[in-house]
């Protein structure tokens, strides 16, 4: 599986910002699907995750309620809606797919077997 995440950008604070992340091959919809975001100087940290069949979504807590994970199986791809957007949020974020779903490595970078090269958000205050 190869993914191709897109819609990074500058947005001012309080901004909105939809990212996308392309995957190709047709077994897509075999994949649990991540997101993570790294800021400068500071380690990878989980977003959010969705279900192979988008039945379920997983986010880290500081995020619930201003960040939206969704995924069309038949476009082969994940977004990640954004709002609210603070200059913390700042960081590349990554588009990562797990063959596996367990709730509980979920947020885990481990669980992720193919990951996506990042687009850049930035967010000015």
């Known amino acids: 599986v190869q993914l191709q995440a897109s819609g990074g950008g500058l947005v001012q604070a309080g901004g909105s910002l939809r990212l996308s992340c392309a995957a190709s091959?047709?077994?897509?919809?075999?994949?649990?699907m991540g997101w993570f975001r790294q800021a400068p100087g500071k380690e990878r940290e989980f977003v959010a995750a969705?279900?192979?069949?988008?039945?379920?979504?997983y986010y880290a807590d500081s995020l619930k309620g201003r960040f939206t994970i969704s995924r069309d199986n038949p476009k082969n791809t994940v977004y990640l809606q954004m709002n609210s957007l603070k200059p913390e949020d700042t960081a590349v974020y990554h588009c990562?797919?797990?063959?596996?779903?367990?709730?509980?490595?979920?947020?885990?970078?481990?669980?992720?077997?193919?990951w996506g090269q990042g687009t850049q958000v930035t967010v000015s205050s």
């Open positions: 091959g047709r077994t897509f919809g075999r994949y649990a």
């Open positions: 969705i279900k192979w069949d988008g039945a379920g979504t």
């Open positions: 990562a797919a797990s063959s596996r779903f367990i709730i509980s490595t979920i947020r885990l970078e481990g669980t992720y077997d193919y």
